[in-house]
Every structure is written in structure tokens, then in C-alpha cells.
């Protein structure tokens, strides 16, 4: 028996003349997944969800313990708008469940709605809101290059940014979808861009993450060009982030960060949860930088962080406060910059959650805000002021995790087996490799 959003949802989905429906949702990397029916199975699926393979999903679970079944929510349908008419397709993202019909608890989704309700539970709704980054480039004879699609530079205008086209009609197909852009501009990379979406609770937040991350790739693949997520694709031009902007609000509907009497606006709640943040940020940023490249973007000389401080106007911390202005008291936010687009925005989020409601609870204090540049700080000045450095490799970030039980308890179990294991086994594959830069250094050399 259908339920009455399950219902409405049915109407619309026969109303738009849908035929095909995708079913999305992520690995515990964040990779997007997709089995797609026809319309005439959907009534079925929303009242029973859909069976699956979960030993052929990245750390979900072992063949032996296979079967899974994805369950649609249903105020995540959206037309897709760049299928042609005949074959109209729409979306829906997916919860996965057990046989026995309870929340699966590898679903990156289903951690991020743990650790939303225990927010709730404190009285607070977590906002974030990402900055994706991303490089557009070229392909020759169908392959993908690491040639960017332009030599545009920051804010440049659309003489010298030959995307800006791309970037509208970007823009154009998640207005199609529900979703609010913010901004779009070209980034400081050539060929590189960014689009921000509206600010909204974490959920929403990481759903309109994976959707905009599949919108860039479509949309980018219409023009001739490849979507790159990639942390560091170039070598010698900045790296793509995602910075995250974040805030907590009571039940009342007001911003739990902000004092009018505080220098930087902030409240102990937002001191708090900073700190926490800072406390566990070398273990975090395994969650929030994934990957083996990803350390090749957090180094000095490219506005990535690299050392564990906050400050306002100092954009090479780890932590930045933006400038407060009147009647913008909601607007007060925390804005983390070790992010990068290749992280899970579920799980991302959700162990950046469980780390700032502990430190509420423990009523953390910060260290002093920083707001000199970091970058040009010798040894002994930054021992003077006590700053730590975010790790500079995945196996160090992996090992900071393994003895964070903050995080870990985010994440679960068995989500941390499995993220532990596929992160150990990355590296040690990408450390076996010969490289071109190992070749032109030492062979003819020695």
C-alpha cells in the first residue's frame, strides 16, 4: 500500500510522462550507482523497494551476505531535463535497506541520517554548504586529456572563459531539477571552475552534492568535454576543494552560531564545535581528502590548508570565519577548506557532525585565532604557536582514523573496515608505482 508522498510522487512521475526511472545512490567512496526500470515497475518499487547485488557494490558486503534492497525517497524525484522527449527519464535517490527491512549500516546516506537525528536530538539542524570545484577538458579522438578547455584565471570574463556556456547550461538543468545555484565562476586553474549550491540542511546538502557532481559530468559530456573531480589533475595549478560552509540552528529557527557580543559573532556553541574540529582534523581529513591525490593539492603555495589553525581574514587556515555584516546574523558560519571534491558528501558531513556536537558536549575551547599567513611561518614560530600540520599522505590520514573513535563510532563498524581496508590497499598499490618522475630522475642518473 502506498503511502500518500509515495503516491503523489507516482502521479507526477505518470503526469511528466516519464519512461524510464534511475535509481541512485553511493559506495562508501561516493561513487554514484544506478539501476534503472521502467515506469510501469514503479508503483511496485515504492511500495516493496528493489532488490540488489551488495557484494558488487565497494563496501557494501561479502558475496556470501549479497542480497540488499534499495528503497526510493520520494522528495528526491526529479525529472531529468537533458533526456530526449520519448525517452524522459527521472531520478530518485535511494536508501538501502537489509532483507529484513531495516537501514543497511554501510549506507552512506543512512550515517548521515544517524548522525543528523542525534543533532536533532540536541536541538540543532546542521546546514552546509559546499563550494564543488572542478576542471573541464578536453578529448581528442574520444579520449580524455589533461588539456584544459581554456586559459581563463579567476572571475575571468567570457572572452578568455570559453565555459561560461557550459557553466549556464549547467546552471540551467539543476534549476530543472529543483536545485538553486548560488554562483558560478571561473576558478583560478585554467580550465577550472566552480559552482556553488544553495546552503540547506546536510541532507539535502550531500543529495544536491552527488546530483550536481552527475549534472557537471552530463551536461560537460553535451559540449565534447570531461568533468574532472580531481583533486590535483595538473601539476603546478591549484587543485580542486570543496570547501564547506556550516552552521548549526536551533528549534527555533535561529543560527546556534551567532553572538552579537562576541569580536568574530560567534557563540560558545560555534567555539565549540570549531574546536572539536580542529582537535580531530588530522583524522578527519582521511573522510574529507580521500584519496592518494588528494594530498597533492594540501601542500603550501595553492590556498589549500596545511596547518591546523582558524582564523577570519587568514586564508591559508584550516578554519575560516567569513565577515559578519548586519542583518546577516544567519549567514554566521564556520567554513572548512581541507575538503575535496572526491570525498563522500554522506559520510563527509556526518563524521564533520558527530566531531562538533562532541565537542559541544564537552564544551571544547579553541587555540587563538591565527591571522598571520601560515605559509610564511618558519618551524620555530609555528612551535612558538603550537599549530599542527594536516597529514601529507592518505596512510597517514588512514592511521589518525584508526585512533579516532569519534569518527569512528560516526561511521560504524563496518563502515570503517571497509573504508580502512580499500584506503590501505590504494595506497600500497599507488606506492609500488614506477612513475614518469621516478624514470626521468633516476635511471639514466644511477
Not at 535511494?94 to 548522525?115: M, N, Q
Amino acid at each position: 500500500m502506498l503511502r500518500a508522498k509515495e503516491h503523489d510522487v507516482l502521479k507526477r512521475a505518470k503526469a511528466d510522462g516519464i519512461r524510464f526511472i534511475l535509481l541512485q545512490f553511493t559506495d562508501i567512496l561516493g561513487m554514484m550507482k544506478c539501476v534503472t526500470i521502467p515506469i510501469a515497475r514503479l508503483q511496485d518499487i515504492l511500495e516493496k523497494g528493489i532488490w540488489f547485488d551488495g557484494s558488487s557494490i565497494q563496501g557494501f558486503m561479502r558475496i556470501c551476505e549479497s542480497d540488499m534492497i534499495l528503497r526510493p525517497d520520494p522528495s528526491t524525484y526529479q525529472v531529468i531535463p537533458w533526456k530526449i522527449e520519448g525517452k524522459k527519464s527521472a531520478r530518485f535517490i535511494c536508501d538501502v535497506h537489509t532483507p529484513e527491512g531495516i537501514p543497511f549500516e554501510g549506507d552512506p546516506r543512512s550515517i548521515l541520517k544517524r548522525a543528523v537525528a542525534e543533532a536533532g536530538k540536541m536541538g540543532y539542524e546542521y546546514n552546509t554548504g559546499p563550494e564543488v570545484e572542478f576542471y573541464l577538458l578536453k578529448r581528442e579522438d574520444g579520449k580524455i586529456t589533461t588539456v584544459p578547455h581554456d586559459i581563463g584565471g579567476y572571475f575571468d570574463y567570457p572572452a578568455r572563459d570559453l565555459a561560461s556556456e557550459v557553466r549556464e547550461d549547467i546552471i540551467y538543468a539543476l534549476e530543472a531539477m529543483g536545485m538553486t545555484s548560488e554562483m558560478s565562476h571561473h576558478e583560478v586553474g585554467p580550465g577550472q571552475h566552480e559552482i556553488d549550491v544553495k546552503y540547506s540542511d546536510a541532507l539535502s546538502s550531500a543529495d544536491n552534492t552527488i546530483t550536481l557532481k552527475y549534472v557537471i559530468k552530463s551536461i560537460a559530456a553535451q559540449h565534447g568535454l570531461y568533468a574532472s573531480f580531481m583533486p590535483k589533475p595538473l601539476f603546478g595549478e591549484a587543485g580542486n576543494g570543496m570547501h564547506v560552509h556550516q552552521s548549526l540552528f536551533n528549534k527555533k529557527g535561529k543560527n546556534a552560531f551567532f553572538d552579537p557580543k562576541d569580536k568574530y559573532k560567534l557563540s560558545e556553541i560555534a567555539y565549540s564545535f570549531l574546536a572539536a574540529q580542529l582537535k580531530h582534523a588530522r583524522a578527519l581529513t582521511a573522510i574529507l581528502a580521500p584519496t592518494v591525490n588528494s594530498y597533492k593539492r594540501l601542500v603550501s603555495g595553492y590556498e589549500a590548508p596545511v596547518y591546523i589553525c582558524w582564523a577570519q581574514i587568514n586564508r591559508s587556515a584550516l578554519i575560516r570565519i567569513p565577515r559578519y555584516s548586519p542583518g546577516r546574523e544567519q549567514s554566521t558560519r564556520l567554513e572548512l577548506r581541507c575538503p575535496d571534491p572526491s570525498c563522500n558528501p554522506y559520510l563527509a558531513f556526518a563524521s564533520m557532525l558527530m566531531v562538533g556536537l562532541g565537542g559541544i558536549k564537552g564544551g571544547a575551547k579553541p587555540p587563538k585565532p591565527v591571522e598571520e599567513d601560515v605559509y610564511k611561518l618558519d618551524s620555530s614560530r609555528l612551535k612558538e604557536l603550537n599549530i599542527g600540520m594536516l597529514p601529507f599522505s592518505i596512510k597517514r590520514a588512514i592511521e589518525e582514523l584508526a585512533n579516532d573513535e569519534t569518527i569512528k563510532a560516526a561511521l560504524g563498524k563496518h563502515t570503517f573496515d571497509q573504508f580502512y581496508k580499500t584506503k590501505l590497499a590504494e595506497f600500497d598499490d599507488y606506492r609500488m608505482q614506477v612513475t614518469p618522475w621516478e624514470i626521468e630522475k633516476y635511471l639514466e642518473a644511477l
